[in-house]
């Protein structure tokens, strides 16, 4: 991998007016009073992680959350603008936003795209109303219609709609609207994720209790498979286990994760990858702001800065086994053989002859002359190949 490969960034916006039953992100809510500090502690942190690489190329921007939409636009212009003075943005930069669909107007999103915005991505999760209820989301369907009416209306062309699938109780009956209303919608970009019921979440902990269902894995791949067979009769192809697109609008900002390429995170609990470096920072909003208010005048290697909590050195054989873990999620792409023989200096298939071997068997995976990928049993099984691989 070229040290000066062009670089992603992911700024994180902690602040929710309410939590999620799902969510085990780093999100905090009634903190809204902190945002200006914020913006100024990130406005430093860019300074700080810039100082020992200027002008280094960045070509992705993703505003992750947390809510990013509770900011107001102004925010972004502050934040654009100063990744602009410390680092050389692409002409084709991607920059993408989440949004909750409570949140959006024509107005605001016309603000957001004059701030250099391009890519908007819309929490929907679900057609149902008691799924959305059950989730504890602050909207309705008609709020999500509204949304992506005020996204065209604003002059955004790169629409995601992010979906959840596989929540406790769902059958397959309730899960077809959520698939007939996103085909409605017609957005460019489809993201949708089976449900984890992450420890500390209030819905584990009423799955755990008995007050809800467990999720069933056959109805989990029922409810994928359907999903899959509708998107792609609708021309959506599937690159990613998750994601679907209309032909050029991949996320390009995710497709550097999963190629495991650096990316540079900013902003209370931010997780990056450059200079060979892994850190993640303090995920505390207010600790976040008070590390950089307090900075030194010392210097800090490329990527660091005073708020990252932990870094580590990726060597050799950690960088290859997790490009392994990410790359085969690229349902199309896979494993590309030539650019891990020329990263790593050796095959795929000659590294991990045996488990390739079994999978193959298995028909889990396609072995093909320039790349290594997921069959399409294999994206339902996609852990255990990855387990079976490293």
């Keep these: 991998m070229s040290p000066q490969a062009p670089l992603s960034t992911y700024i994180h916006i902690p602040f929710c007016e309410t939590r ?5 992100f780093n999100v905090y809510t009634d903190l809204e009073s902190l945002i200006p500090a914020y913006i100024r502690a990130l406005r430093q942190e860019i300074q700080v992680a810039s100082a020992n690489n200027p002008h280094r190329e ?20 502050d934040i654009l603008h100063c990744l602009a003075k410390r680092f050389s943005l692409a002409v084709d930069l991607e920059v993408s936003i989440e949004a909750n669909p409570n949140d959006i107007s024509t107005a605001y999103l016309r603000e957001l795209r004059e701030a250099g915005i391009n890519r908007l991505s819309v929490g929907m999760q679900s ?24 996204a065209r209306q604003a002059g955004f062309d790169n629409v995601n709609l992010d979906v959840i699938f596989g929540s406790p109780g769902e059958s397959l009956a309730e899960w077809k609207p959520t698939v007939d209303a996103i085909l409605g919608y017609a957005p460019e970009h489809v993201s949708m994720y089976g449900l984890e019921l992450k420890g500390g979440t209030s819905l584990r902990a009423q799955v755990d209790a008995g007050a809800l269902p467990r999720p069933d894995d056959d109805n989990f791949a029922d409810l994928y498979e359907f999903a899959s067979r509708r998107l792609a009769g609708d021309g959506y192809a ?3 286990i998750s994601n679907w697109t209309r032909p050029q609008f991949e996320c390009r900002h995710n497709l ?10 900013f902003g ?7 200079g060979g470096v892994r850190y993640s920072n303090i995920a505390n909003p207010v600790r976040y702001v008070e590390s950089l208010n307090k900075r030194s005048g010392a210097e800090y ?24 873990m990410m790359s085969i ?16 200096g050796v095959d795929i298939a000659d590294k991990f002859s045996v488990g390739i071997g079994k999978m193959q068997t298995l028909g889990l995976i396609h072995v093909e002359r320039d790349r290594v990928r997921l069959s399409e049993r294999g994206r339902l099984l996609s852990n255990a190949v990855i387990r079976e691989l490293v």
């Design 20 to 24: 999620c039953s799902y969510c085990a």
């Design 58 to 77: 960045i070509h992705t921007v993703y505003f992750g959350g947390g809510t990013p939409s509770l900011l107001a636009a102004r925010h972004y212009r």
């Design 127 to 150: 057609a149902s109303g008691r799924v959305l209820r059950l989730f504890e989301r602050r909207h309705d369907l008609d709020a999500v219609e509204y949304a992506v009416r005020c």
């Design 238 to 240: 599937q690159y990613e």
């Design 256 to 265: 550097q994760y999963w190629r495991n390429l650096p990316y540079l995170g």
């Design 268 to 274: 209370a609990g931010a997780h990056g990858f450059a």
């Design 301 to 324: 290697d490329f990527p660091l800065t005073p708020a990252v909590a932990k870094s580590t050195k990726v060597n050799s054989r950690e960088d290859l086994y997790e490009t392994v």
């Design 329 to 344: 999620r690229l349902t199309r792409e896979g494993i590309h053989r030539p650019t891990f023989r020329r990263r790593f």
